[in-house]
C-alpha cells in the first residue's frame, strides 16, 4: 500500500505571526483576516472536496504547520460515530504518525493520527487494531480521507484548525478561493465550511458581485469602500457559527477568486483600508440597486436612526433600468398569498397604504379581509409582495366587479376619515365612491403596484453611483452625496 510522508514543521516567529491574524489573536478594531461561511445549516454538506499545491493542516491556537504537504486532493467528512483513541498520546504527529505507519505495515485495519485538546493519539474507527486502542469518543469529529476513503487524520472539531495551500488558492469543490479553509460540525451532521481570508482579499470576491466589474472606477471605489464598512460593521453577524459573515445577500454576495475582475480588485486596491466615518465612529454603511430618485431614512425602512443615513434627492439614480415598474395582483392571488402565511382574516376585500414617509415610500399598509385585518409594515411590505422597493402608489384594473377595496393615503398619518368611511361602506353595502376618501376604484379585478426603484433605498443608490462618476465626481463625493455629513479615512 503506497504511503504517504507527513512532516511536522515549526513555523518561526514570522510564520506564526502571520497566521494568528487568522482569528483568536485578533484584537483591533478593523480586523486583517475574515471568516466567511460558504456552506451551512441548510447548505451544510456530507462532505468537501480541497484541491491545492502543497496542502497544509494549520493550528491556529499554536501556530504550527501540523501536517505539510498533504496530497493535492483530499475529502473532509463529519464524524460522529465511535472513534478508538490509544491510551498514550504524543507531544507531536511525526511521533504519532511513525506509529501509525508501522502499525498500518502489521494490519489490514487503517490507524490514522487523531488530535484532541493539543494532543496526538492514534485513532481507528475498528476495535480490532492490536495498539491499546483503550479509550473511545464519540464526540463531533471532523475526518481527512484520501481518494480511496482511507483517513489520513482526524480531529476532534473544537481545535482551531485550517487547511491552507502554499500557492495564492485553495479549490472548494470546483470553486477557488484565496486563503483557507476550516470546518465546523452543524446541523444534521453536515460541514459548515469557512472561508479564512485576508479582508482586502475577501473585497475582490464581493465588489464584482455587487456591481458590475465594467462600471466606471469612481462607482467600484464608491462600492469598494461600502463593502469595506458593512464587513467591518457586522463581524459578529454569524459568531454562533463560527464564522463574521456569509457569502449570500443575507451578507454581500462573495463568490472568492473565480469571480474577481482586474477592475474590482484595482478599486479595492486604490482604496484599502479606507472607511467611513461620521464624527469618530465607524459608520453603518448600506446600498441598493436604484433609488428610484429619492432615498430614504433607516428608520423608514427598519427601525435604527443614524444621522447619516437620511434621504436625499437622487437624481442620478433615475434613467436606470428600474425607474419604473408595476406588479399586479389578482383578488385570488392575494387570497393564496394570505393562505400560504397562515393569515386568517377571511376572504381579502380591501387594500390601504395607511402611512407614508416623508420621501413617499410607503410605511404601512393595511391588508382588509372579511374576518378581520393584517398590518404590514416597512420592509415586510415589499417582502410579502415581493416588491423591488415600497416607492410605489396602487392603481387598479376593472373588467368585472369583484369588491376590492383600494385606499390611497398621501398622508403620513393614519387617515381616520377613510377609515370611518370604509367601514360605513361594508357596513352599508354601499359602492358609491363618493363615500369614500383617496379611493381609485372600488370595482376592480386587479390591483397594480406601480414603483420606482430597487432595494430598501437606505444609503448608496449603485445606478446612481454609476451615473455620478460619468458625471466626473470622485468616489469621495458620491459617497458624500448619499450618507450626511460623513468623512473618510
Known sequence: MKKTVFTLVLIGCF????????????????????????????????????????????????????????????EVVPYRGTIYLSEQSY???SEAYMETELLNMLSSEKAFVYLKNGRYFIASQNPGINFNLGTSTTENSILLLTHDKSPIAGYFEAENLMITSSEEKIKIHTSDYR????????????????????????????????????????????????????????????????????????????????????????????????????????????????????????????????????????????????????VEFTKEQIDKLLKDRNIQIGSFVGIEVSQKSQNNRAMKVVIKGSLGNHSLEKESIRSFFSLKSNFFTLNTQTNTSQNINVIQTTNTDYSERALFNDLRSVLSGSSDERDFE??????????????????????????????????????????QHYFTDVHIK
Open 91 to 93: 507531544v507531536s504527529f
Open 179 to 326: 486563503g483557507g479553509v476550516s470546518f465546523k460540525i452543524g446541523t444534521n451532521n453536515r460541514l459548515t465550511v469557512i472561508n479564512v481570508l485576508k479582508l482586502e482579499e475577501y473585497l475582490y470576491g464581493v465588489v464584482p458581485n455587487e456591481m458590475p466589474a465594467s462600471w466606471n472606477i469612481e462607482a467600484l471605489k464608491a462600492q469598494a469602500i461600502s463593502a469595506r464598512n458593512f464587513a467591518v460593521k457586522n463581524l459578529n453577524k454569524y459568531s454562533k457559527l463560527g464564522f463574521n459573515l456569509c457569502s449570500t445577500t443575507a451578507s454581500q454576495v462573495y463568490k472568492g477568486l473565480s469571480s474577481e475582475h482586474r477592475n474590482s480588485n484595482s478599486a479595492v486596491d486604490s482604496t484599502k483600508g479606507q472607511l467611513l466615518y461620521y464624527n469618530n465612529d465607524i459608520a453603518e454603511v448600506y446600498y441598493h440597486s436604484s433609488s428610484g430618485g429619492q432615498t430614504e431614512n433607516s428608520e423608514n425602512i427598519w427601525s435604527a436612526s443614524f444621522p447619516y443615513l437620511k434621504g436625499v434627492q437622487d437624481p442620478y439614480s433615475l434613467g436606470s433600468p428600474h425607474d419604473n415598474w408595476e
Open 438 to 479: 383617496n379611493i381609485d376604484n372600488f370595482y376592480t379585478d386587479k390591483i397594480i403596484f406601480s414603483g420606482k426603484g430597487w432595494g430598501h433605498g437606505v444609503g448608496l443608490s449603485q445606478y446612481g453611483a454609476k451615473k455620478m462618476g460619468e458625471l466626473g465626481f470622485t468616489y469621495q463625493e458620491i459617497l
Open 15 to 74: 510564520l506564526f505571526s502571520h497566521l494568528t491574524a487568522y482569528g483568536i489573536f485578533q484584537t483591533n478594531q478593523v480586523p486583517e483576516y475574515i471568516k466567511i461561511g460558504l456552506f451551512f445549516e441548510s447548505t451544510g454538506r456530507e462532505s468537501v472536496n480541497i484541491g491545492g499545491q502543497n496542502l497544509n493542516l494549520i493550528d491556529n491556537t499554536t501556530g504550527q504547520n501540523l501536517i505539510s504537504s498533504l496530497p493535492n486532493s483530499i
